[in-house]
């Protein structure tokens, strides 16, 4: 068979980025807006070592399990980089010919760093979304397969590799342990972002968190699950505090991040893109402004947002990310730099999660802080959430609203570990998808009005 134009075309760009520029460089075109230069320094500029090197990325199948192994064998490179990007919850980079994921910054010299979205950047219904959760990102599969492949290249361990033999990146697939990657990291920072001694190792509780969707931005005041931080360019930093990031290079890319931020600030939502049963939705909102609206706000043409923080026991939902976090930890981040030393206003004791916005809620399943919910169905009717749950490929699922799932009571026997990953287990530390159990009130009419508002969102 002949191959058509497009597919020459598409051979012909592969080719020319193969030997193309590489993307060193380090400062953006001229002419952007601040939130394009923002974009832009999240796919380019590397804030922190790579974690491995392109050799690295492409031979990692090396070590893949053996029906695979052979597979990526027998299969020509670019295939093999295909499946590498699948396994570990890789995309391209939207509207780029170029070979480059979305979720890593790839540096002159073929390092590989992680950047924002690597957690913030994924793919829904077959659309590459920069901002929406990477609910795909296998994290913890990616760091043990490129550490393992290393020996068989003759290549060095990085000290980071050895660090990560005993922090783990995540245990579910889609989503990280990153909250206690930020702990660690400013465990051994001053006020002043100065790299100190400390004997005393951080205090760790590590568990996994669903990263949230970056549309919210421009509606918050305070970040995070527990809202403990005032939304603030600062406040993005912390991910670059590893120990070779000194005082004076954090200050230096601070107006890069003021970039980022206005990047975070441009986004919206994506709308629902099936069909929607209007006159169902108008009751259903009705149905939302009496009982949920007091807390998510409202929405439409004159949308309210002052959501309260609602006390671990009323909520009712998983606990450890809200305890996980000290008052300690909390204070010294209230008076760094990052806080404006005291300036900013930071929540040391959050009395518990706040009720995040839901716009654009349709798209970024899975639900509550720690992704245990796979559907909004789920989350409307509390007790037939599934205690275990596994994705069934990536479509979407628009009865539900959310993930297309199989709920097995167990996990098949002897699965490695790389594949037990795609099963969430609700019963493993960190992970209940117990509590916000509001919707119980609502007849099954109203459920069903209720959701179908949602998608509207
Ligand atoms: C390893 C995964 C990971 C990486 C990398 C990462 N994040 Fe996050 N991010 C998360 C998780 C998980 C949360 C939720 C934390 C919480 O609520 O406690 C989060 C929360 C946030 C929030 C708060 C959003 C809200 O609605 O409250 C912002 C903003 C954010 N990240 C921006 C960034 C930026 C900018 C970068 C890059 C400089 C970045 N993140 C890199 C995982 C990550
Ligand atoms: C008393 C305040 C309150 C009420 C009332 C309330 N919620 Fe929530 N809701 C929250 C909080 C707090 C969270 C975050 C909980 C967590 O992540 O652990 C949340 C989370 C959610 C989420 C998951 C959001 C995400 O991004 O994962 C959805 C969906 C949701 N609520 C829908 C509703 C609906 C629909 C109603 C009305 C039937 C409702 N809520 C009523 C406080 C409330």
Redesign the pocket.
């Known amino acids: 068979m002949r191959p058509t134009i497009r597919q020459l075309l598409f051979g012909l760009s592969l080719l020319t980025l193969a030997w193309g520029p590489p993307s060193s460089a380090q400062s953006p075109p001229e002419g952007l807006t601040p939130a394009e230069r923002g974009y832009w320094y ?1 796919l380019n500029k590397a ?1 922190v070592p790579a974690d491995f090197d392109q050799d690295t990325f492409d031979n990692a199948w090396r070590v893949w399990p053996e029906a695979l192994r052979l597979q990526a064998e027998q299969a020509t490179p670019e295939e093999r980089r295909r499946m590498a990007f699948h396994r570990y919850g890789l995309t391209p980079r939207p509207g780029e010919t170029s070979d480059l994921p979305l979720q890593y910054v790839v540096t002159a010299s073929g390092g590989w760093s ?7 950047g994924g793919e829904l219904n077959g659309q590459v979304l920069p901002g929406l ?2 609910t795909r ?1 296998a ?1 913890q599969t990616i760091t043990e397969e490129t550490r393992q492949v290393k020996p068989l290249l003759k290549k060095q361990l990085l000290a980071s590799d050895i660090a990560k033999l005993i922090f783990p ?2 245990s579910t697939v889609g ?5 206690m ?2 702990v660690a990291l400013e465990n051994y920072r001053d006020a002043d972002l100065n790299v100190v001694a400390r004997f005393t190792p951080p205090q760790l509780t590590h568990h ?7 549309w ?2 421009r509606k ?1 005041k ?8 005032e ?1 603030s360019h600062r ?3 912390p ?2 505090l590893v120990r070779s990031n000194g005082p004076e290079k954090v200050r230096a890319a601070e107006s890069d ?1 003021q970039d ?2 206005a ?2 600030e441009s986004l919206t939502p994506p709308l629902y893109p099936y069909a929607i049963d209007r006159k169902l939705a108008a009751r259903g909102e009705v149905v939302f402004n009496a009982h949920c609206a007091q807390c998510h706000g409202t929405y439409g043409d004159n949308p309210e947002y002052n959501p309260p923080n609602v006390p671990i026991a009323e909520i009712g939902t998983d606990p450890v ?1 809200w305890k996980a ?1 000290s008052r300690n930890h909390r204070q010294n981040y209230a008076q760094s730099w990052l806080a404006n030393y005291g300036q900013q206003n930071t929540i040391v004791e959050p009395a518990g999660y ?1 009720a ?2 839901l716009d654009g809620i349709w798209a970024s399943a899975p639900y509550l ?1 720690n992704g245990s919910v796979p559907t909004l169905w789920h989350m409307l009717h509390p007790d037939q959430r599934p205690r275990i749950w596994k994705r069934t490929g990536n479509a979407y699922n628009p009865e539900q609203v959310g993930f297309l799932v199989e709920t097995p009571e167990t996990p098949p026997d002897d699965l490695a570990p790389a594949e037990l990953r795609n099963y969430f287990r609700t019963s493993q530390f960190g992970k209940s998808a117990a509590g916000h159990r509001y919707p119980e009130a609502l007849t099954a009419e109203e459920k069903i009005a209720l959701l179908e508002y949602l998608k509207t969102l």
């Open positions: 999240i804030y992680m950047n924002c979205f690597t957690c913030h959760p990477n990102l994290l990146m995540g989503t990280t342990n990153a909250v990657f930020g996994d968190m669903d990263a949230p969707p970056w919210h931005f918050k305070q970040l995070y699950a527990d809202g403990f931080v939304k406040a993005l930093i991910f670059m991040f980022i931020a990047f975070l990310r976090l706040l995040p916005p802080h």
